[in-house]
């Protein structure tokens, strides 16, 4: 089971970071991802993390800003949020899958564990 946390109000520039714990199960040899839904819009890739070896991946539309992280100790993944803008508004869903993959998964039939979802509401 997983659990995402850390979402809010946040201006537009300000920073955040989410969490993603997961319960019942180690994060070892998954592979996690964070996705994204806005308004309207359809979920999305945002950036996913291997996590042995700590392979990071990231959607171009949050290169450069977002960072993906891992704690073994804490069993938990985190997604720094940094110069948001409100087009990030949306509820972020982590997920984990355990099976392999050579390629980084980015479609969300590839995850079959997912968190319930956190609000970034992120003003102008």
């Known amino acids: 089971q997983l659990q995402a946390s850390g979402g809010g109000l946040v201006q537009a520039g300000g920073s955040l970071r989410l969490s993603c714990a997961a319960s019942?199960?180690?994060?070892?040899?998954?592979?996690v991802g964070w996705f994204r839904q806005a308004p309207g819009k359809e979920r999305e890739f945002v950036v996913g993390?291997?996590?042995?070896?700590?392979?990071?991946y990231y959607a171009d539309s949050v290169k450069g800003r977002f960072t993906v992280s891992r704690d073994n100790a804490q069993n938990t993944v985190y997604l720094q949020m940094n110069t948001l803008k409100p087009q990030d508004t949306a509820v972020y869903y982590c997920?984990?899958?355990?099976?392999?993959?050579?390629?980084?998964?980015?479609?969300?039939?590839?995850?079959?564990?997912w968190g319930q979802g956190t609000q970034l509401t992120v003003s102008s």
């Open positions: 997920a984990a899958t355990w099976n392999y993959y050579f390629n980084f998964p980015v479609r969300q039939s590839a995850f079959d564990s």
């Open positions: 019942g199960r180690a994060f070892s040899s998954s592979i």
């Open positions: 993390i291997r996590w042995n070896g700590g392979r990071e």
